[in-house]
């Protein structure tokens, strides 16, 4: 854990390469801010592409398909996200050696990083070329495509744009197709594959042992729009309470300690309460993929009633799931003033 997102620098100027300041970097004269991304805004695709078309690998491995998609389409910049470190580490060495300027390389949880970072509509096709199965029950959760997640590559896609999945597992790629079918407004297709001009680590390996490799097409109709982002309304982070800040007493705010929270794709747990002179303050531990993340919310009063919000000490990465936590949490303390209230009138 710890380490979630990394962006990682492909092309200065003078040549040189280097791991930059978590979050923030340069690249090519570019200034991406990803911590801008996650906390405020931000035009993070448009530092990222500069306008122009964006392709996306996801889990690169040894950055075959990567490197064949660079060289082919240099009008468009090519993102690959892996969340292996040497893949990461050994494309970015490759990347440079081959001096090609429009790619770039992210560390992460693909899951998270299209969910969060790639805005509506962005992208113009996703590449995704053997990923792991995951075909045991117990591992269903570490599938790319797991519940949910097709909708979030969906709508990062562009109308008429293409996800191109390969495979050595039929069943696989069936699974996949079935949760895109389950988002609507898509052309699917599922054929074997014939091979193509570049044949990854991975499809070298199963069809030296004479395994039939799968194709699968989602193509997002031209008439399916990108759902608009609505940043404030998704990500927000504060929250107006109809409870009077003095009503509630911190016995019972300390009930929430040790509370387990759980939404889609991320859980939760409230831990210590802190008493300040106004406000009550709790820690919390957020899990979604790829990242843990511990922050502190704060009960404040406001006006007639209080408010929920997050204590400027904390500056978490402002995913969904933290605004999903806190809107949970809201509703359980406006349930603890209700109770307080009709137990008072007994
Ligand atoms: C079986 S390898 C395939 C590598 C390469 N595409 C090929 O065809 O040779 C799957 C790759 O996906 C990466 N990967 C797995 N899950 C991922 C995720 N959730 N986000 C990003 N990369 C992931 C792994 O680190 C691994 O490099």
New binding site residues.
Partial sequence: MGLALLYINLQFEDGSSREVDRLRVDVAGVDVDLAARFRRGGDFLGSLTGGRPLLV??????G??LVYLARRRPEAVVLG????IS?VDRARRRVLREGLPNVRLLL????LVVKELLPPGSVSAFFV????PWPKRRHEG?R?FSEGSAGFFLSALCPGGILRL?TDEEWYAEEVALAFEGEGGVEISLSTYAGGEVV????QRWRSMGKPIFELLVRKRESTPSPVALEEEVRLLQFDLRVRFDSLDESSLASLEGVKLEGEGWSAFVKDLYRGKRSYIWRVFLRE??LLQIFFVELVPRGDGCMLKLDSATQPYRTRAVSALMREMADLIVDLGDKRRSDAKK
């Avoid at 070329?129 to 792991?132: D, L, R, S, V």
């Fill in positions: 690998e996801v889990g690169f491995g040894r075959d398909f996200i892996e969340n292996s893949c992460g949880d693909a899951r070329n053997f990923p792991c570490r790319l390969l990854t680590k991975y499809e993929e790829g």
